[in-house]
């Protein structure tokens, strides 16, 4: 854990209200669901259990948490409304883990869980579990009610975490879990068709959306088809709006429609804009969520938002300046600064003030040899698609590109370097 990052016991979290960015009201934390790991490692924090003022509960992931101060969460103002529903792999923090008997791993003492904490891990914008308050004394109500407390690290004690084997699914999920998203997509492909639906099933919808864009066509289809049609929207609200697009062309159209509908109306407009562009186009291999900022945005501005590690290094690679307003497609497109050139300038330098105006842009309807060749010619990671109008559309990255170029079967195949000794796929 990073030094000065807040610890919170969560005991004090129980009833505390949740705000929007605009400070309304939206409900209040009625638990914590964490994902339990092999072995002593501390448990993640996948996010809250928030209840409206409906008495509807429903899950708040941690990554759409943007602050937990005394008394309060704030959110992003992004909330899925639908009902919560605690997958295979979740625990419930105050429906599950207190009052629960664990054993002191030194002495092998058995006492009763009173509270636990979590802390934040800055480096990772993750969650964890780190301190258990216990109490010591007998089972049941054979404890004395004032007996001696004391609070442990999370690998002090046992009787929380996954064993090693017998867990099914949930074991292999805790397994893997430090896999990227493409290593963790080849372990799938490779599992029966059973076990597969069942690993996917204890995902989470961020986690197997990531895995999902990994995969090929075949087993995307697949585990998408046997997900409930509300999760398998969740999941596909989850990856790049790219990445949906070309999941949902290969469905029937009456499915297309009934997904597209179960989603987020802003999320499903993008992915039917994609999907009105032929697959191998500058439109259809584009992403709708670059990182757009204004003329008078600085250049501190421009390296925060760079800064977000949900983005794909290739989509961090630089910043497009546009006229209001800032989603896609925006108002005129004024040009690209790239990641260097941040790097190079004061923070208080306005964006406008640096951009390369000089580089080409792509029209839509490019076809994926025009869009290679720019890549090539340009030795870039990302590029600008722009309409007739002058508006920014989205943008292109490199590794699209690739996955349309590459033969259908590029994932069964194995590189070789220096002769006979072979590296697979993703290995590091």
């Excluded at 290094?313 to 497609?329: F, H, I, K, S, W």
Aim: aromatic share 4%.
């Amino acid at each position: 854990m990073a030094a000065g990052a807040p610890r919170i016991f969560v005991s004090h979290l129980a009833g505390v209200a949740v705000f929007d960015p605009n400070g309304d009201q939206v409900g209040r934390v009625r638990d914590l669901v964490v994902m339990l790991r092999v072995g002593r490692k501390p448990p993640r924090v996948l996010g809250l259990v928030v209840e409206l003022s409906t008495r509807r509960r429903i899950f708040l992931p941690m990554t759409r948490v943007t602050s937990i101060e005394s008394g309060q969460v704030i959110t992003t103002g992004v909330l899925n409304v639908r009902r919560f529903e605690q997958r295979p792999t979740e625990r419930l923090v105050f429906g599950e883990l207190l009052d629960r008997r664990v054993t002191l791993v030194e002495t092998g003492q058995e006492v009763t869980v009173l509270d636990v904490s979590v802390q934040q891990r800055p480096a990772r914008r993750e969650w964890e579990i780190d301190r258990v308050f216990v109490r010591k004394g007998g089972k049941g109500g054979a404890f004395r009610r004032k007996g001696e407390t004391l609070t442990a690290v999370w690998s002090a004690v046992t009787g929380f975490s996954l064993e090693e084997h017998g867990q099914g699914a949930e074991s292999l999920l805790a397994t893997f879990e430090q896999l990227r998203p493409a290593d963790l997509a080849n372990v799938l492909h490779h599992l029966s068709a059973k076990r597969r639906a069942e690993v996917a099933a204890a995902l989470d919808d961020d986690r197997l959306a990531d895995v999902l864009e990994e995969l090929p066509e075949d087993d995307q289809i697949e585990i998408l088809g046997k997900l409930k049609e509300e999760r398998a929207a969740d999941v596909l609200e989850a990856m790049d709006p790219d990445d949906a697009a070309d999941l949902l062309a290969e469905l029937p159209e009456e499915e297309q429609e009934r997904l597209l509908m179960l989603m987020e109306p802003d999320e499903a407009a993008d992915v039917r804009r994609l999907m009105a562009y032929e697959e191998k186009t500058a439109g259809g291999l584009m992403t709708t969520e670059p990182i757009v900022l204004r003329p008078d945005a600085t250049v501190a501005d421009a390296l925060a938002r760079v800064r977000n590690p949900d983005l794909s290094p290739a989509l961090a690679a630089q910043v497009y300046v546009c006229r209001p307003p800032d989603e896609t497609p925006t108002g005129k497109y004024l040009g690209t600064v790239h990641f260097q050139r941040l790097l190079r300038d004061p923070p208080y330098t306005l964006v406008s003030a640096i951009i390369d105006d000089d580089l080409q842009t792509l029209e839509p309807d490019a076809a994926l040899p025009v869009v290679a060749g720019f890549f090539a010619t340009y030795d870039m990671v990302a590029a600008p698609v722009v309409d007739e109008a002058g508006s920014l559309l989205g943008a292109v990255t490199v590794d699209d590109v690739l996955d349309h170029l590459l033969p259908e079967d590029w994932r069964e195949t194995e590189f070789h370097l220096d002769g006979d000794e072979g590296v697979a796929p993703h290995a590091s």
